[in-house]
């Protein structure tokens, strides 16, 4: 096989429908915020609780606890912080690119043994095999990673099963040259 031409459809509904996988559109069912909201809630209250037990009972050991506690508390609510923004930039950037996945109807991917061409109404992207630095194959999308740090995310659902069982053995058979 030489060339293999696939036309993707409904790319911004099934590429959102990859990114939002396993609670990721919400800040509190993301596996990485979720416990650390819980976590920081938690040592808050505790930190509370402490403060005024070592008000109540100004005991040395009671205030010594309480700082304490409240330093965790202070570290994981930056902890906290810092996976928050990291979580709605990643989101930001998905929404923009899902965006501008929505102009198009349809796109045309074009592989060849020595590059990968993506066509849309208004654009053409030839990236060559040998930029590539990563790829993973799933049984619901493929994902190619580029040196430049582009990511091309092909997902079964926009593409005929038969497409991309093609795809999927013609990237493995262009991978294991």
């Known amino acids: 096989m030489d060339e293999l031409n696939i036309e993707l459809k409904n790319g911004a509904e099934t590429v959102k429908a990859l990114y939002y996988t396993n609670g990721q559109g919400n800040i509190f069912t993301y596996k990485r915020t979720r416990w650390l909201i819980l976590r920081t809630a938690g040592l808050l209250l505790l ?8 008000i109540n009972i100004p005991v040395i050991t009671w205030i010594f606890i309480s700082i304490i506690s409240s330093a965790v508390a202070l570290a994981s609510t930056v902890n906290l912080a810092l ?3 990291k979580y709605l930039n990643w989101k930001k950037q998905v929404k923009e690119f899902l965006k501008v996945l929505a102009k198009y109807e349809s796109q045309w991917l ?40 582009a990511l091309y995310v092909f997902p079964a659902k926009s593409m005929e099963p038969e497409q991309f069982n093609k795809l999927k053995e013609f990237v493995k058979n262009r991978m294991k040259l």
């Open 83 to 85: 996976n928050t923004r």
């Open 47 to 54: 930190s509370i609780i402490l403060y005024f037990v070592a």
């Open 110 to 149: 074009t592989l060849t043994y020595s590059s990968i061409e993506i066509v849309n109404n208004d654009k053409t992207t030839i990236d060559k095999w040998e930029n590539v630095k990563h790829i993973s194959v799933f049984s619901d999308h493929i994902s190619i990673r580029m040196d430049d740090q």
